[in-house]
């Protein structure tokens, strides 16, 4: 097992994974994100980055090479990083959380928002793979699911709610990372 310490942070879509990923920036954190992982094969396919087309790739990746796929493709980049303290964003399955904590030591956190709370936010956010409407939001939500994401959120080590300010889970976090030791 490497010497890195990672945190890996799950929670559905728009709950505030990234701002808190942000903050562990802040704390001198190395960020790696797995949806990026999709995002890049979705382009390298020269496929446009729509929420479908983008699923439907993750969902693809996922039957051909296993459930564990997108961890796989990022386990070199978190070899390769040099901090030791690296946070992974976008934990979606307990598989990806199993091939993680096979190689480094994994403090699992997840951020929680209500779905009215999450929907706004991925309207405002703009990303091209954001739903646009109520519909795209809960097949999104839906596929989230079906893949695991409620279970590693539901096993998580550490749990923050995020109805709230940028700055109050920004906080939130912090003082968590602080409490168990990893700043």
């Known amino acids: 097992m ?6 890996a942070i799950s929670g559905m879509p728009g709950a505030g994974k990234g701002v808190a990923s942000e903050a562990g920036k802040q704390l001198g954190f190395e960020v790696l994100v797995l949806g990026d992982v999709i995002r890049e094969e979705t382009e390298r396919r020269g496929i ?9 790739v993750m969902l693809e990746l996922r039957a051909n090479e296993g459930p564990a796929v997108v961890a796989k493709r990022l386990l070199p980049k978190i070899e390769n990083v040099h901090s030791s303290r690296v946070i992974v964003e976008g934990v979606r399955s307990m598989d990806e959380l199993h091939e993680l904590q096979s190689k480094f030591a ?8 209500s779905p009215k709370t999450r929907f706004q936010r991925l309207l405002s956010r703009k990303r091209s793979d954001d739903p646009k ?5 809960f097949e999104r939500d839906r596929r989230e699911l079906n893949v695991g994401l409620g279970q590693v959120i539901a096993l998580a080590d550490i749990v923050l709610i995020n109805e709230g300010t940028i700055f109050d889970l920004q906080l939130q ?11």
Request: avoid cysteine; proline fraction near 5%; aromatic fraction near 8%.
């Open 2 to 7: 490497q010497d890195k310490k990672v945190i």
């Open 48 to 56: 446009e980055p729509t929420p479908k087309n983008v699923g439907s």
């Open 106 to 113: 994994v403090i699992t956190v997840a951020i929680h928002a």
């Open 133 to 137: 409407t109520w519909e795209v939001f």
């Open 173 to 183: 976090f912090k003082k968590e990372i602080s409490r168990i030791g990893i700043t």
